[in-house]
């Protein structure tokens, strides 16, 4: 995502790491910002990039929502949890809020997860123009 950024607003003028350094990479762009940065770019570049810029960004939701969810919320080891992942392939996560709620999630769902972010990352990859020389600072 640094990246596509980095180039659609510098395009190759050799200004691409510094932007990434001091801009995209920071605690203070976050990957929210980046997704909805990448949404409005593909929204309003017509039919310059080959790809679905609503189902993208769809997708990078999807991603960050399961990857907060294995970052954050601690799994569930007591003994029914343990009997649901053993009998149907479930991972139980808490929800600690005002209450705690079990998230689940399967095994398939992981599987799915690890294509989603396989063909994200391709799409992504397509996105960057390619040089016949590499950028410099």
């Known amino acids: 995502m640094n ?3 980095a180039e659609h ?3 190759g003028n050799g200004k691409e790491i510094e932007i990434i350094e ?3 990479a920071t605690s203070k762009y976050r990957f929210d910002s980046k997704r909805d940065t990448i949404q ?3 929204s309003n ?3 310059k990039y080959k790809v679905d810029g609503k189902l993208l960004c769809k997708d990078l939701q999807e991603i960050a929502y399961k990857r907060n969810i294995f970052a954050h919320y601690p799994l569930d080891i007591k003994e029914d949890s343990v009997i649901d992942f053993k009998e149907h392939g479930v991972f139980n996560f808490l929800k600690i809020e005002n209450s705690t709620k079990k998230v689940k999630i399967s095994y398939e769902e ?3 997860l690890k ?3 396989s063909a994200t990352l391709h799409k992504i990859s397509n996105l960057i123009p390619r040089r016949t020389s590499p950028v410099t600072d």
């Open 110 to 112: 992981i599987e799915i």
């Open 115 to 117: 294509t989603t972010i």
């Open 22 to 24: 001091t801009v995209f």
């Open 45 to 47: 570049a017509g039919d």
């Open 9 to 11: 607003f510098c395009e």
């Open 40 to 42: 409005a770019i593909l």
């Open 3 to 5: 990246i596509f950024l």
